[in-house]
Each structure stands twice: as structure tokens, then as C-alpha cells.
């Protein structure tokens, strides 16, 4: 799998975690959903910006 892969697939599942945990916001579990999303999604990126930088 290439390198563009393995940053997609945490990206999109915390894509659709946000759009799922949205949709139940008024549940405690909702919330947790986008919670995990965003992480996700800025772990992705900082972890990026991290391996950019130890270049």
C-alpha cells in the first residue's frame, strides 16, 4: 500500500465518523463518534507535518 493510502483510509474513516457521530449528537455515543473523527483526522495530519519536519 502506497504512503498516499495509508494517510486516505484514517482520513475518510474519521470523515465518516464525524458525518455518523453528527447525526447522533443529541446521544452521548455521537458525540464520542465525532470526537474520535476529529482526532483522527488531525492525528493524520499532524503526524504528517512531524514526519516533514524530521526530514
Known amino acids: 500500500m502506497s504512503s498516499f493510502h495509508?494517510?486516505?483510509?484514517?482520513?475518510?474513516?474519521g470523515m465518516i465518523m464525524l458525518a455518523v457521530g453528527f447525526n447522533f449528537r443529541d446521544k452521548p455515543l455521537?458525540?464520542?463518534?465525532?470526537?474520535?473523527g476529529m482526532?483522527?483526522?488531525l492525528g493524520?495530519?499532524?503526524y504528517?507535518?512531524?514526519?516533514?519536519?524530521?526530514?
Open 44 to 46: 493524520t495530519v499532524v
Open 6 to 13: 495509508t494517510m486516505l483510509i484514517p482520513i475518510v474513516i
Open 48 to 55: 504528517k507535518i512531524l514526519a516533514k519536519l524530521a526530514q
Open 30 to 36: 455521537g458525540v464520542f463518534g465525532m470526537w474520535v
Open 39 to 41: 482526532l483522527l483526522i
